[in-house]
């Protein structure tokens, strides 16, 4: 029927051929070679049933979630992306497994607005299709196309690249024999000035690039971007539940969740089936609590929103805290078994150490050997009826108590817990959340009112504070006094997923055939998952430390980019980004950061993987072309909060820009050129080559058939067919165990973190404390940061139709909303004489020109707060013309409407040239920051 | 009986997120700036009791349609199915039928300068699929089928949930039907309400 199909846009029917075999010299990308570009889409759809369509089966990444995902391709062109149908990612009910893909046709799976302006990106016609090289000073945004030989030449041997004396390439600095410092030999070799930065770096990805760093190449520094995220939710969950870093409520059965500052349906990932869950679970009755000040799309589906002010959430949960075990509240039975047994007596899997004896002079937990009852120093001390005995002969012992064994002064955790929740009254605790006290008492009342069924959740919010680790354990402790770890129905650890890596009994332990592997050494430069006492450093100077050191976390961006910027502990020589733009995403370090990169002599080699000239990428000396997610290969898992197995698989679903290179394949032609070993014509051993990415991939793909062992074929090569032609290995079935999970933490769970107490802070020299604590905003040296003067907080959010800084590029998803605003509470706006729409400035008292933006005027935000959501006020990305070749290629200016809060934000300069910090997870704070509104 | 289509939009479930109106683009290849279907949100109360209104929009297919009868030239026509269609080659681009629709659900395709709206993706339910914007709502808030076939979604929805439709009073008798929605946010624009910038 020619009334409803869409045919007036033929033209871009050709456009496949067009796109996948001419190498398009980058100043001529316009809409005559992208002729339907002006309506967003590549080309004209075809019915998902009409057999001239293929489908290739893969992972979105246009947020984190890495939903799975079709594409329909028709003539080399994808048309249109769908949620993956056998997948419980993108469907509650989905196809069963075995369904042959020509039936699959028939159901797509859902997808999420961003996922599907993943076209979009995929066919950006500001997209950078050769390696470029910088011409003129670094951020004159001046460059030349240059060949692969030319930028590997270069990269790799160095010289004097831009006519601004002799600059040291790979091959100079990997050296592992030369000390960095010879009076500081723990620092490690000369290799570890080259540094590795990735933003987004997936799962399996990680583990080539690591190869090559860490493994071939030798050097230690290998970095995401995880505290730029949410580092701290991961640190203060793994420190309380054996090492998981990620719980999520399981949301089919619970009825009641207490969400402080997930943001489900709009970023909390996987976004996708969270929404259906939070619809689902609404549906059915259940009861949600959101604490945000902001009225979050979490918020407006709740039965009570509770507006905090930001940083405040710790004193909200101890508060709740004192009030559930002055009330008895808790589960008693759970929280007084102290060892497996005792637990499974009771039905239970995990056990907790609420009774566990701690030494008052150490903050170690008592052990056996020391208690004088006969045990080993494997053994927990507990009170029976206030008596010592070992943890492992206890059915039931004392909650609260303190006792003095074998002479050493104890008290038990549940001690130590009621004594720091009673350091506040309710009273102060509410005035800190700026609620009344009464809403404490309620929103405790109705937690506690559900059992094993109520689920304190958490995410980014409470923890991207300079208390974020802590305020993450007093979160992570309200399950613990439910109990509810493990059970259907409570705080669970998730589906299932296959070793990409081989690790447990795949066919391929992929990091074991590394024949010649370098054993990397030496000190991050981000001193991440170091002490600080065993540095040289330490000896001379003692405490504080120049820069904070992070023993108990890892992945610490800012710090990353902190220690570059100040040569500490030593100089970096060669920076690479990859899929990284520190100076938009880190708080406050916008300027800073440039400054820095624009100077040589400061990071001598700047260079850079990109699918745009990016607005950090832009100060590279190079750009290499990247390739965009539905152009890559990954091998990947699923979040907690999809139930069942999930081994994800992502692979190519065509390759616009004959240039591009995915990262994995530049690493591999580098370690060639190089002669690293574990790459190349032997890299697995002998006969097993790593030449192509593919290499590596498809033996991840054939480690998923070894370890499920129920995929049909005969062979590997049948075996990964029937993978890929799926986008992975689903199983929906058997998340259950009776009234459990079926997949447990089943081990001990820990209300004190006896590693962080036992830690000392670098920059205090003071033990850290083990029994999570409210603290106010503080900076490195532990000074709390006032800002008199600067009335409000700052804080940022991310929506549905947008991720981090790389969706500007996709028209259908900026015209949703053209520009971002200055989001605050109609009252204060009154006050300050706004009116919705007016230009208005946000500063900080480390940025004091600050930011600004359009203020918009809404009922849904605390008075007192400030808010913008991300992805909007960039600088580049596209935004701006870029010269190439001498050549102007226009930018496209809706790149770069609306504001970016980040860069007023407040700097830590107590040591400068970092964001404010926590100094336990590593989480950058982003919620921090005390500033000043006014009109612009 | 032959079929009636019809679509739910469950107001309990929907997030915003807007993946229905991308879908719709992608399916449909909609110019930019111009929408077969969109969101609109309206935030009201006064802190801390704030509410939230979300009204995905689109054609409403309705029974009797106020674009049908207004168009000079027999572009707009009814299915049995109940689907209202535009006949691009017949549409000499008038805009009475803009005019006419009380839910501002037309426009004109600034390529083809033709009226264009919301066709429920008919060539989709033709081949067995839903509607673009149906199959992929991630919280499932949308629901489409025919309300003459007892055994159908639709047809069960209406029957326990109470239900509104927009601006009952025109008499076009919408087709879409929401659950959970709040009177004063089943206008056409809800920004009009309370004055703000589209």
């Known amino acids: ?936 | 009986m032959g079929k009636r289509y019809a679509m739910v939009i469950d107001l309990r479930k929907c997030v915003g997120c807007h993946a229905c109106q991308v879908a719709c683009k992608s399916e449909n290849n909609v110019p930019l700036g111009v929408f077969r279907n969109w969101v609109d949100e309206l935030e009201t109360g006064k802190f801390p009791n704030v509410s939230r209104h979300r009204l995905p929009r689109l054609c409403n297919h309705s029974e009797n349609p106020s674009c049908l009868n207004v168009c000079p030239v027999k572009a707009t026509y009814q299915l049995e199915d109940g689907t209202v269609l535009i006949d691009y080659d017949r549409c000499i681009g008038c805009k009475y039928c803009i005019a006419a629709c009380p839910y501002d659900a037309r426009f004109i395709n600034p390529v083809r300068k033709t009226a264009e709206k919301c066709t429920y993706c008919h060539e989709r339910l033709e081949a067995g699929l839903q509607p673009a914007c149906v199959n992929t709502c991630i919280s499932g808030a949308r629901v489409f089928g025919d309300l003459n076939d007892p055994t159908s979604e639709v047809f069960k929805l209406l029957a326990t949930q109470p239900v509104n439709v927009s601006k009952p009073e025109t008499n076009n008798r919408p087709q879409t039907y929401y659950i959970g929605a709040d009177q004063k946010a089943l206008r056409p624009n809800l920004l009009d309400i309370v004055g703000g910038e589209k």
């Open chain 1, 1 to 936: 029927m020619k009334t409803t199909r869409r045919n007036f846009i033929k033209a871009a029917a050709a456009l496949g051929a067009t796109m996948a075999i001419s190498p398009l010299a980058f100043g001529n990308i316009t809409q005559k070679t992208i002729p339907s570009w002006s309506e967003g889409s590549p080309a004209e759809d075809v019915l998902d049933t009409d057999p001239s369509v293929s489908f290739v089966y893969s992972t979105c990444l246009g947020c984190r979630s890495d939903c799975s995902l079709r594409g329909k391709v028709k003539d080399g062109v994808v048309i249109k992306l769908d949620g993956n149908p056998y997948s419980p990612m993108t469907l509650n009910d989905p196809i069963k497994y075995s369904t042959d893909p020509k039936e699959a046709r028939k159901v797509a799976g859902k997808l999420c607005p961003r996922g599907q302006a993943g076209l979009q990106i995929l066919y950006d016609p500001l997209r950078v299709q050769q390696p470029l090289k910088r011409v003129g000073k670094r951020g004159e945004n001046k460059w030349q196309a240059i060949s692969w030989d030319q930028a590997y030449k270069e990269i790799i041997e160095g010289g004097n690249l831009f006519g601004e004396g002799n600059v040291e390439g790979l091959r100079s600095v990997h050296d592992l024999s030369t000390p960095i410092d010879p009076d500081a030999p723990e620092l490690g070799p000369k290799a570890n000035q080259f540094v590795f930065l990735a933003g987004r770096i997936e799962n399996s990805r990680a583990e080539l690039v690591k190869r090559f760093v860490n493994n071939s190449f030798g050097s230690i520094n290998w970095f995401e971007h995880t505290t730029v995220c949410e580092q701290s939710h991961h640190i203060a969950t793994a420190n309380t539940f054996a090492g998981k870093g990620h719980l999520k409520p399981d949301f089919e059965n619970a009825k009641l969740i207490m969400n402080f500052g997930a943001n489900y349906g709009e970023a909390n990932f996987p976004m996708n089936g969270l929404s259906r869950k939070l619809a689902d679970f609404r549906i059915k009755g259940g009861r949600l609590i959101t604490v945000d000040p902001r009225f979050s799309v979490s918020a407006s589906h709740a039965d009570v929103w509770v507006p905090i002010l930001p940083g405040s959430d710790a004193a909200l949960a101890l508060g709740m805290i004192q009030w559930i075990m002055d009330n008895k509240r808790y589960d008693k039975s759970f929280l007084e078994a102290p060892s497996k047994d005792a637990a499974a007596l009771r039905g239970e899997s995990s056990w907790s150490d609420a009774t566990y004896l701690v030494r008052t002079d150490n903050g170690k937990y008592l052990r056996g050997d020391e208690a004088g009852l006969g045990g080993t120093k494997d053994d927990y001390v507990v009170l029976v009826g206030g008596t010592p005995s070992l943890a492992a002969a206890a059915n039931t012992a004392d909650l609260a108590g303190e006792a003095t064994a074998n002479g050493i002064a104890c008290k038990t955790v549940f001690q130590l817990l009621s004594e720091r929740s009673k350091e506040r009254s309710l009273d102060e605790y509410a005035k800190i959340c700026g609620i009344p006290k009464e809403q404490i008492v309620s929103v405790a009342d109705q937690f506690s009112s559900y059992g094993k069924l109520a689920v304190a959740d958490f995410y980014r919010g409470p923890v991207q504070h300079t208390n974020g680790f802590q305020t993450g354990r007093t979160i992570c402790i309200l399950n613990m006094l439910m109990g509810n770890v493990d059970h259907r129905g409570g705080y669970q650890s998730g589906g299932s997923t296959l070793s990409y890596m081989g690790d447990k009994n795949g066919k391929y332990q992929v990091a074991k055939l590394h024949p010649g592997s370098v054993k990397m050494k030496g000190i991050r430069i981000s001193r991440e998952k170091a002490n600080y006492e065993d540095s040289t450093e330490f000896k001379k100077n003692g405490y504080p430390a120049k820069r904070p050191w992070f023993p108990l976390t890892g992945d610490v961006y800012q710090e990353v980019v902190g220690g570059v910027l100040d040569g500490y502990p030593y100089p970096a020589k060669i920076l690479w980004l990859h899929m990284a733009t520190p100076a938009y995403s880190i708080p406050g370090m916008k300027d800073r950061i440039i400054n820095a990169f624009k100077d040589p002599k400061k990071i001598p080699l700047i260079i850079s993987t990109d699918i745009v000239i990016g607005d950090t990428t832009m100060f590279a000396d190079y750009i290499l072309p990247d390739v965009t997610y539905l152009e890559q290969w990954n091998a990947l898992g699923a979040a907690p909060t999809i139930l069942g197995l999930v081994a994800d698989v992502r692979q190519p679903m065509t390759h616009v820009f004959p240039q591009a290179k995915s990262v994995e394949n530049m690493f591999i032609d580098i370690a060639k050129k190089m002669n690293l070993p574990g790459f190349g014509d032997n890299g697995f051993g002998a006969g097993m080559p790593l030449n192509k990415e593919e290499d590596w991939y498809l033996k991840l793909v054939a480690n998923f058939a070894s370890q499920y062992g129920k995929i049909p074929g005969a062979t590997e090569e049948a075996q990964v067919k029937y993978i890929l032609d799926r986008g992975g290995v689903f199983d929906s079935g058997g998340a259950y165990d009776g009234s459990m999970m079926k997949n447990k933490v089943a081990s001990l769970c820990t209300i004190y973190a006896e590693k962080v107490a036992t830690t000392k802070d670098s920059m205090t020299g003071k033990n850290f404390d083990g029994i999570p604590q409210y603290y106010p905003v503080r900076d490195a040296k532990d000074q709390i940061v006032k800002d008199n003067g600067y009335d409000f907080i700052a804080t940022t959010y991310k929506q549905a139709f947008h991720s981090h800084s790389r969706t500007i590029s996709a028209p259908w998803l900026t015209e949703i909303q053209p520009e971002n605003f200055i989001e605050m509470n109609n009252d204060d706006g009154a006050k300050l004489g706004f009116k919705d729409g007016d230009m208005i400035k946000v500063s900080s008292l480390s940025n004091k020109e600050g930011v600004k933006g359009k203020v918009r005027l809404r009922p849904g935000i605390r008075p007192g707060v400030v808010t913008v959501c991300a992805s909007y006020g960039h600088w580049h990305y596209g935004a701006i013309d870029s010269v190439i070749d001498g050549k102007t290629v226009a930018g496209d200016k809706r790149r770069g409407t609306g504001v970016n809060i980040n860069f007023a934000l407040r700097v830590d300069d107590s040591i400068g040239n970092v964001c404010l910090e926590d100094k336990i997870g590593g989480s950058c704070s982003f919620y921090d920051s005390r500033v000043k509104v006014e009109k612009a």
